[in-house]
């Protein structure tokens, strides 16, 4: 019997080439004009010291995915997202565990991202990680601040 536990909804896995068309098209979907473009997924994915995973349902259903980079010390939370089937399963949670968890195999002593501060679903889980705010860009996105988080595990 199912538990209901992310981990039986969906694995987690290295996102592969051929996947970037599929989550560029969420992408657009998610965030619309702050989507990242596909040339622009694949120059990443291009990058030394990037990770991408992508969490897929039983099904292979795309249910999100995290973009991670990695230098010096520090690590990025480049995007991170879920679909719509992946929504309110803990699937953002796993992804950021995955990523942080690369980040600190590559000797990561701090975690960065932004966010936008009206995103209070991704604002609870990174401050549930020990995220916190240490500062702001104002009018980052459309509407709306970034605002600046990081975590020292």
Same mark, same amino acid.
């Given at each position: 019997m199912s538990t209901g536990a992310p981990h039986e909804q969906a694995g987690i896995d290295e996102l592969r080439w051929w996947d970037l068309d599929?989550?560029?098209? &969420?992408?657009?979907?998610?965030?619309?004009p702050t989507a990242w473009t596909l040339t622009y997924y694949w120059a990443v994915k291009a990058q030394a010291g990037t990770a991408m995973?992508?969490? @897929?349902t039983p099904t292979s259903a795309l249910a999100g995915w995290i973009v991670m980079s990695a230098a010096g010390g520090e690590a990025?939370?480049?995007?991170?997202a879920t679909t719509e089937v992946g929504r309110g399963q803990g699937i953002a949670r796993e992804l950021l565990r995955a990523g942080i968890g690369w980040a600190l195999s590559r000797g990561a002593e701090a975690v960065h991202?932004?966010?936008d501060e009206h995103n209070e679903p991704a604002l609870g889980l990174y401050r549930s990680f020990g995220f916190s705010e240490w500062g702001r860009r104002p009018d980052y996105y459309p509407g709306a601040?970034?605002?600046?988080? @990081?975590? &020292?595990?």
């Open positions: 599929e989550v560029a098209d &969420h992408d657009a979907a998610i965030f619309g995973f992508a969490a @897929r990025d939370v480049m995007t991170i991202l932004e966010v601040d970034a605002i600046l988080m @990081r975590f &020292h595990p």
